[in-house]
């Protein structure tokens, strides 16, 4: 009984044999695990813990990390993939292993010493060890480089004081990468990152409540005071803003794709909503003004899903921008929070239930909006490409 | 232990199914392809006493080029080898097809070779047990339980009412029903090593066998559902219905 997908312009025939299978049992594996608990979970505002060490031993963890730290070695095709099929179960299942991968085990990988990352990368693949990424500040949100994080040496410890908000997993959390400045607070340059265990003393996170979107997922404010680590708990290849930002890439790589999932669940969502539900003795399907959201739908959906295809195979030759990036993040989850918006409009009053899906999905999509870069910011960023001058710094 | 495990690319169920130009088959463009569930079934159980008993399990597919998919799906579970019997089309006569796995199967000195008690496509429910006669081995279908312990087995199948339980020496045959086990998902690693597992190719050439198909039409349309009624009092009524109008009490 598995989800059939969305496929117009049988972009299918476009994947390898195993980036289907890939696909196929992620797909699967939503249908069977994700699928039945999503709705009591966001009810009641609480993180499916027993999907993490599942997730792990499926591989869904740094998919596209190297086997010999017990990743699955996937091309980055496939790793989005999987990111899609887990957000058309929830954005707040892929934010988890978005996070998981791209934002802790990807640092680890990149700049991370052997150690480090004979230590950790395993460990955080099977799920056993959960991760969360602490850059953003309560002052410092799109604008990151002005952190006032600090950490300073002493002896043979760096000393780390300061606060991060909306920080994914942040309790659920065993390890966090803390980004800090090391040098003066004008300075983004000296921007490093920590790998940090939350169990330290003066290492303390608090859920953040209150949420009305992505109401599964565990997001935190972290508070550091005095917090002592081993010069060893520095990532040695970090090296100012760019470190984080190169982590902030690969995560909106897989939002891109995770929106097509989102989107679609939609789609399907609203077709067979649109040709069941009878009003005025036909199905409303069949009335112009739903046939042109769903047109409108399918369209989107089509080109999203040729920007991520397109996307992928440049990653995986190595010739992907930050632009492009940045291009696709912008477009898709603005182009699934439209189909969320309409889905749900073309529910009528079922659509404001959590018994069906587009109002998750459109409330979710709304935090998957504003992090890792606002839509706004990723406007500068296509800004500053086109035209050569930077809208931030004026 | 060696095992073979006989598998069968099949449509999705959930799939839609279109009649092709010549109404003798379907079309099979934008048709999802699955490795037939009860297979899945049967590979579980294979790596189940792979991981019991050590050996190997050998997964043998009579079909088209296609069927390498399917076959790669099970080598992501966790199968070690595959073989496709490389057919043009796949015949709907099971003897054709028990014929050409028997002749594959017999060389292979297997200890236990399972299948899925049928093919979700045509639910023909006949390659499994022809096989084991054509080889002359011992057969079990539709089990539901299976315990190896060195030359002999034991396996349960559901019969009306009531349990059968059937103990047999290796080697044997068996064809694995729903309830078995819980298939595995093939993880993303053993999808990836899946990519460099051997897999032989070998062309088979077989004849249509005694059985023909002359037309395939989709069933009809069900009409809409009527509601005679809510609670206790629509009882009386819906029970009218179901014994003139159904005739089915
Ligand atoms: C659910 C959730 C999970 C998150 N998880 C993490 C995490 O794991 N780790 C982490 O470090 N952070 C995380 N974040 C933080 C997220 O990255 C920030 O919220 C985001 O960068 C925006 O920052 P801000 O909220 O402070 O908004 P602000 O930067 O204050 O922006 C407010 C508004 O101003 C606009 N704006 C800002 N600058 C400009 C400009 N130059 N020109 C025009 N408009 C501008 C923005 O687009 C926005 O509309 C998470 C956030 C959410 C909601």
New interface residues.
């Given amino acids: 009984?598995?989800?059939?997908g969305v496929d117009y312009y049988?972009v299918d025939s476009m994947l390898s044999?195993?980036e289907?299978?890939?696909r196929?049992?992620v797909r699967?594996?939503v249908d069977d695990e994700v699928l039945p608990i999503i709705k009591e979970n966001y009810l009641a505002g609480t993180f499916p813990r027993q999907l993490i060490p599942r997730m792990g031993?499926?591989?869904?963890f740094g998919?596209n990390l190297p086997?010999e730290y017990g990743c699955?070695?996937?091309d980055n095709l496939?790793y989005g993939l999987?990111m899609q099929e887990l957000e058309r179960g929830d954005s707040g299942i892929r934010s988890f292993a978005s996070v998981q991968g791209a934002l802790v085990m990807y640092p680890i990988y990149a700049f991370g010493s052997e150690d480090q990352k004979r230590h950790w990368l395993p460990r955080m693949a099977s799920g056993e060890v959960v991760g969360c990424f602490g850059l953003t500040e309560p002052d410092y949100g799109s604008d990151p480089g002005g952190m006032i994080t600090t950490a300073r040496e002493d002896g043979d410890s760096w000393v780390l004081n300061g606060s991060k908000m909306w920080i994914t997993n942040g309790s659920t959390a065993s390890v966090a990468i803390i980004w800090a400045k090391t040098g003066d607070l004008g300075d983004a340059k000296s921007i490093r990152g920590f790998v940090v265990p939350t169990d330290i003393p003066g290492f303390t996170a608090r859920e953040q409540g209150g949420k009305l979107s992505l109401r599964l997922s565990d997001t935190s404010e972290l508070v550091l005071q005095e917090v002592r680590v081993p010069k060893s708990a520095m990532l040695p290849g970090s090296s100012g803003l760019r470190s984080p930002i190169m982590c902030l890439n690969q995560a909106r790589y897989g939002i891109a794709w995770g929106a097509v999932g989102a989107a679609v669940a939609c789609f399907d969502e609203a077709v067979s909503y649109a040709k069941n539900r009878v009003m005025f003795n036909r199905p409303i399907g069949g009335f112009q003004l739903q046939q042109s959201r769903l047109a409108d739908m399918l369209t989107e959906i089509t080109k999203a899903q040729l920007l991520c295809l397109q996307l992928g195979r440049l990653k995986d030759a190595g010739r992907m921008t930050s632009g492009q990036v940045s291009l696709a993040k912008r477009n898709n989850v603005s182009t699934a929070a439209e189909c969320a918006r309409e889905t749900r409009r073309l529910l009528g009053a079922n659509g404001i239930l959590a018994e069906y899906q587009a109002m998750r999905h459109l409330a979710n999509l709304e935090s998957v909006y504003t992090y890792e870069g606002t839509h706004d910011v990723h406007t500068l960023v296509l800004g500053q490409e086109i035209t050569g001058l930077d809208a931030f710094r004026g | 232990m060696k095992i073979g495990v006989c598998i069968k690319r099949v449509p999705d169920t959930e799939t839609r199914i279109k009649i092709g130009a010549d109404g003798k088959s379907i079309d099979e463009s934008g048709v999802k392809f699955v490795l037939n569930p009860f297979d899945e079934y049967a590979v579980e159980e294979a790596l189940k006493l792979k991981e019991q008993a050590g050996g190997e399990v050998v997964v043998v597919c009579l079909g088209t080029e296609a069927s390498q998919e399917t076959i790669r799906t099970a080598l992501a579970m966790g199968a070690d080898s595959g073989v496709l019997l490389k057919a043009s089309a796949v015949p709907l006569d099971p003897l054709v097809v028990a014929r050409a796995l028997a002749a594959e199967l017999e060389q292979g000195a297997f200890d236990m070779i399972l299948f899925g008690k049928l093919a979700i496509d045509d639910y023909g429910q006949a390659v499994g047990t022809m096989v084991a006669e054509l080889l002359g081995l011992p057969s079990v279908s539709a089990i539901t339980r299976l315990e190896v312990t060195d030359n002999t087995a034991t396996a349960q199948r559901e019969v009306e009412g009531a349990l059968e339980v059937v103990e047999f020496s290796l080697p044997a045959v068996v064809t694995a029903e729903k309830g078995l086990n819980e298939p595995r998902y093939p993880a993303l690693r053993g999808i990836m090593l899946a990519k460099k597992k051997p897999l032989e190719i070998k062309e088979v050439d077989l004849d249509q066998g005694g059985m023909e198909v002359v037309e395939l039409t989709l069933p009809p349309e069900r009409k809409a559902g009527r509601i005679v009624g809510e609670g206790p009092d629509a009882v009386p009524a819906l029970v009218d219905a179901l014994r003139n109008e159904a005739k089915v009490v």
Avoid at chain 1, 1 to 4: P, R, V
């Fill in positions: 009984m598995t989800f059939q049988n044999d195993h289907r299978a890939v196929d049992m699967r594996w031993q499926l591989g869904f998919a086997a699955a070695a996937l496939s999987i």
